[in-house]
């Protein structure tokens, strides 16, 4: 249950990366980012609000929010700040980068993942899953060979390097997140750290984008970043569930979450219209074997 929840979780990012995509083309980045937090939240509002005026309408199901205290609070609010760091880097390098670079790179996030919850949880691969993980390493070597035929230099593209942080923040938020589950309710820390969020990106907006938004790039509203929230809000509910599952692995979960790089690879190719997809299709391609050799392993 819990790998087929995270396939699920992999095709809705997919969609995420595609609409985060169109809404950062010629946009400024710091607005998007802080609208994605607002709507994000307004999802989970009124789940928080029925949970405490009206608990007998939820009590009993996955979307009841339970009562915690500070202590638990602190843990939700270190996690808005991980992963609003890593969505900050990861929003300036997609709007700089093409979608079919940012997509792979980011399907290797897991190796990083998986170096964690061998030293931190104690999770051990079998011989397929190992497989898996060596296609994703090589996957990512291949992918900077593509990257130079558009002119893209790994060691000193500065958005690269944004992609590549966001993509440690991320595994640290997905280590982050298997410690959370086993002490916290799901839903409480999704409707809390999206809150917490809105309330992190309001001095940003304030002290860092407002004085100077006529010197940079302007702010357009495109309904694609009501989808971002969307599609997001939805793929991580089914990711945080799976990882509540008995049985889950962090290591496995991330991986198969990377599988959204088919959606946003197509879309890409077909909307985007980037170059060079034939050596990008390889990576790609690898990336499939490696989340089929995951599965495998997985059951």
């Keep these: 249950m819990w ?3 995270a396939f699920l979780s992999a095709g809705l990012l997919g969609f995420y990366d595609v609409f985060k995509k169109q809404s950062l083309k010629g946009n400024a980045v710091l607005p998007v980012l802080f609208l994605n937090t607002i709507f994000s939240s307004l999802v989970f509002l009124p789940f928080i609000v029925m949970s405490i005026f009206m608990p007998q309408s939820l009590q009993g199901t996955i979307f009841y929010v339970p009562e915690a205290g500070w202590e638990a609070h602190q843990l939700i609010l270190i996690k808005s700040f991980i992963v609003l760091s890593s969505w900050m880097l990861g929003y300036f390098g997609m709007k700089y980068l093409p979608i079919t670079i940012v997509g792979p790179i980011n399907a290797t996030r897991p190796v990083m993942v998986l170096v964690g919850a061998m030293l931190l949880f104690g999770e051990r691969l079998n011989f397929y899953q190992w497989i898996g993980v060596t296609l994703a390493i090589l996957s990512f070597f291949l992918l900077s060979k593509s990257g130079q ?21 991320g595994a640290i938020s997905g280590l982050y997140d298997k410690y959370l589950m086993s002490r916290l309710n799901p839903m409480l820390v999704q409707s809390w750290y999206n809150l917490y969020q809105v309330g992190i990106m309001c001095p940003v907006i304030v002290l860092l984008w407002w004085p100077k938004r006529k010197q940079s790039t302007p702010f357009r ?3 694609t970043i009501l989808c ?8 991580d ?17 991330s991986m198969v979450r990377r599988g959204s790089v088919i959606v946003s690879f197509l879309f890409g190719a077909l909307v985007f219209r980037e170059k060079n997809l034939k050596s990008k299709l390889i990576d790609l391609i690898l990336v499939l074997i490696g989340l089929f050799f995951l599965y495998l392993g997985s059951n």
């Design 3 to 5: 790998v087929l929840l």
């Design 221 to 223: 509203w495109r309904w």
């Design 228 to 235: 971002i929230s969307l599609f997001l809000s939805a793929a």
């Design 237 to 253: 509910f089914a990711y945080f569930y799976s990882l509540s599952l008995e049985g889950s692995m962090i290591s496995i979960v």
């Design 149 to 169: 035929k558009e002119g893209i230099d790994f060691k000193h593209n500065r958005w690269i390097y944004c992609i590549v942080l966001a993509a440690v923040l």
